[in-house]
């Protein structure tokens, strides 16, 4: 499945934005999404994941409260709002897929995920 992840930019502190993550169309119905971000010199970190089936959804610490993930009706696009955005925030943000329904304990790891899209990047000004 190719990703194509869209919607980064250049924000400042406190603003919102919503990326979108596409599988080329293709309907997701039983597949788990997730997404991570990177900052240069750091592991990629977990965000988010949602079971497209059930619309079971786990977040990170950092960004549960302030971020949700979405799908739209059709199950080919998923989104990550995110809002009350900081400094911190500021990273390369990639979805990732798997044709499987994840169990919960295993929606944070990375290595689950079989397909990556390349990524939008995501600052935000102080």
């Known amino acids: 499945v190719q990703l194509q992840a869209s919607g980064g930019g250049l924000v400042q502190a406190g603003d919102s934005l919503r990326l979108s993550c596409t599988a080329g169309?293709?309907?997701?119905?039983?597949?788990?999404m997730a997404w991570f971000r990177q900052t240069p010199g750091k592991e990629r970190e977990f965000v988010g994941a949602i079971r497209l089936q059930d619309r079971y959804t786990l977040y990170s610490d950092s960004a549960k409260g302030r971020f949700a993930i979405s799908r739209d009706s059709a199950k080919t696009t998923v989104f990550l709002q995110l809002r009350t955005l900081t400094p911190d925030d500021t990273a390369t943000y990639f979805c990732a897929h798997t044709p499987r329904r994840l169990i919960v304990s295993s929606l944070a790891d990375a290595r689950q995920y079989d397909d990556w899209g390349q990524g939008t990047l995501v600052t935000v000004s102080s």
């Open positions: 169309g293709r309907a997701l119905s039983s597949d788990t």
